[in-house]
């Protein structure tokens, strides 16, 4: 247990469908990412932020992603729509700005995504 | 996007040391090189990191080469629960963690 925490840790939905996933990160970490992976594949950078502001967002991230990260705690990332092509597992990570140089970043579990 | 090139595939016998090489010929001096690992249905984990010196702890070794354009992860004795993808990656500390496709490790019992 890496100390985050993803919900649910598996999701089914028909196409068309919207669905929100929630990421609990380390209380103190002041950085949550979101990564997508599907398999084979390297996680793939979807967005990340710094306490509640978004600072980066992917090209990958078309307008029916959205994430928000209220009060700088925990993170939701919706899908509006699903595509089965959105099927993969979503992950999220957390890290501390506040180490030098280069902290290590902490992922959960993911969230299994199938569209059917 | 940091650019790092890795085997695709690695064996090793159990027990015996493993050496995971990574090119990252585009690195710049205040980058940080990163290794995470990736087991088997579960999310990546952290293994080590490091500037331009050597650096040891309970899972690795990680050796960067005094150009710094390549650094080796240095398992030293594999067991079947290291059998998992690695991922080598560069960035600043205050950057986003960038994975490319990995090495994937077999452990033979």
């Known amino acids: 247990d890496t100390g985050v925490s993803q919900n649910p840790r598996h999701k089914i939905t028909k196409r068309g469908q919207n669905v929100t996933f929630r990421c609990d990160p380390i209380?103190?970490?002041?950085?949550l990412y979101w990564y997508r992976q599907t398999l084979g594949q390297g996680p793939e950078f979807l967005t990340y932020f710094q306490n509640e502001a978004q600072l980066e967002k992917s090209r990958l991230l078309s307008d029916r992603f959205s994430a928000e990260r209220p009060k700088g705690s925990f993170s939701t990332l919706e899908i509006q729509r699903t595509e089965q092509g959105d099927s993969a597992m979503y992950l999220c990570?957390?890290?501390?700005?506040?180490?030098?140089?280069?902290?290590?970043?902490?992922f959960g579990q993911g969230t299994r995504l199938t569209v059917v | 996007d940091a650019k790092t090139t890795q085997p695709n595939s690695m064996e090793s016998n159990e027990e015996e040391p493993v050496h995971l090489p990574c090119n990252h010929s585009?690195?710049?001096?205040?980058?940080?090189i990163h290794w995470y690992r990736q087991l088997p249905s579960q999310g990546p984990e952290y293994v080590i990191h490091?500037?331009?010196s050597n650096v040891n702890n309970r899972m690795a070794s990680l050796a960067i080469a005094e150009d710094r354009k390549s650094s080796t992860l240095i398992l030293h004795r594999a067991t079947l629960r290291d059998a998992a993808v690695y991922y080598c990656m560069f960035h600043k500390g205050y950057q986003k963690v960038t994975f490319g496709i990995g090495t994937k490790l077999q452990v033979i019992p």
């Open positions: 990570a957390s890290s501390s700005t506040r180490g030098r140089g280069g902290t290590e970043a902490f």
């Open positions: 209380s103190e970490h002041n950085r």
């Open positions: 490091g500037l331009t």
């Open positions: 585009t690195i710049s001096g205040t980058d940080y």
